[in-house]
């Protein structure tokens, strides 16, 4: 098909949104900037076209059938527009609906078809992200800057930061071919190793793997046992959590939402300190620009134990529920 007659050529982009959609090489249809677009910029919201208050895997044809006898004739030409990967009619509504929704709500479970979001790829380091939904919409952002005619990403799946190509491969179906995903490359070889070692940082910081699940990721058992039981001194909690931003700042991976998330907890940790030393060099240490910087400051307190490891360990073990 003349990609000029295409029916995603007729999907509607939210007003002023700097955003054209277009097919790609080799991955079917994906947004593209139509201007240049500046690191933490709104790149689009969008409402949706339609919801549906159920878990996705209660959603049956007819809930979806329901929906779109309750939109006008023009809304239900933009759903009939959509095609699986891009080329063929979907044979289930459902099916339609589904790869092109997002959850606005998990208790309650809502879910939302959203037509243009929907066409935006994956990469493993993206240019764009979708944080968690507002105000019954989607919003994009822009986490650097994106040169117009860019294609705009976002990931797929928010842990993928701590998994390897490997894994990732496995939980997307398809393959990616981002930066990360070129296999055999020195950056895809030194990015698995980053992002396994961002996984094992949080493992000993947070005492659980992704999901909370308990796992073998870190090899010494007697230091995941003590990591499993919140008992992490501050200094080492401190340089983790530190050396887990450095590595995403390397890996391509930092931006403000990753900061605002973290930060104040980071923050909370170099204020706990009670022994004059080490509080010094925890407040020099995320007194410093660059996430780098800042942990290569924190390791001078590597093996220093602290006057409120004990409460500190004490007040999580409790706050987790753990014996005191």
């Not at 677009?37 to 007819?62: C, S, V, Y």
């Not at 939402?257 to 300190?273: C, H, K, N, V």
Request: glycine residues 6%; hydrophobic residues 40%.
């Amino acid at each position: 098909m003349d990609n000029s007659d295409h029916p995603y050529q007729r999907l509607q982009v939210p007003k002023d949104a700097p955003v054209i959609l277009k097919a790609t090489s080799r991955k079917g249809w994906g947004a593209f900037a139509s201007r240049a677009i500046k690191k933490g910029a709104l790149i689009m919201k969008e409402q949706p076209l339609f919801t549906i208050h159920k878990h996705q895997d209660d959603i049956k044809d007819r809930d979806v059938l329901a929906a779109l006898q309750r939109l006008t004739p023009t809304e239900k030409e933009q759903f009939l527009c959509l095609r699986d990967k891009g080329i063929t009619l979907f044979r289930f509504v459902n099916q339609a609906f589904a790869e092109n929704s997002f959850a606005l709500s998990t208790d309650p479970p809502i879910h939302g078809a959203f037509l243009i979001h929907s066409r935006i790829n994956h990469s493993c380091i993206p240019n764009a992200k979708i944080p968690e939904p507002g105000d019954n919409a989607v919003s994009s952002f822009a986490v650097r800057d994106i040169a117009k005619g860019e294609e705009i990403t976002f990931c797929y799946n928010t842990d993928f930061q701590c998994r390897t190509r490997a894994d990732r491969h496995r939980e997307l179906r398809f393959v990616c071919e981002c930066k990360a995903c070129q296999l055999g490359t020195p950056f895809q070889k030194a990015s698995d190793m980053r992002r396994l070692l961002i996984r094992g940082s949080q493992y000993l910081t947070l005492g659980v793997d992704l999901k909370g699940e308990k796992s073998a990721i870190i090899i010494d058992r007697n230091l995941r046992r003590v990591a499993e039981n919140l008992l992490i001194s501050l200094s080492t909690r401190l340089i983790y959590l530190l050396l887990g931003m450095a590595l995403l700042e390397e890996e391509g991976l930092m931006d403000h939402f990753q900061e605002e998330r973290m930060s104040p907890g980071i923050l909370q940790i170099a204020g706990m300190f009670a022994t004059e030393s080490n509080m010094k060099i925890a407040i020099l240490a995320v007194a410093q620009e660059t996430w780098l910087e800042k942990f290569c400051i924190a390791t001078k307190l590597y093996g220093q134990a602290d006057r409120a490891d004990r409460e500190v360990s004490a007040a999580l073990r409790s706050m987790h529920g753990l014996t005191v």
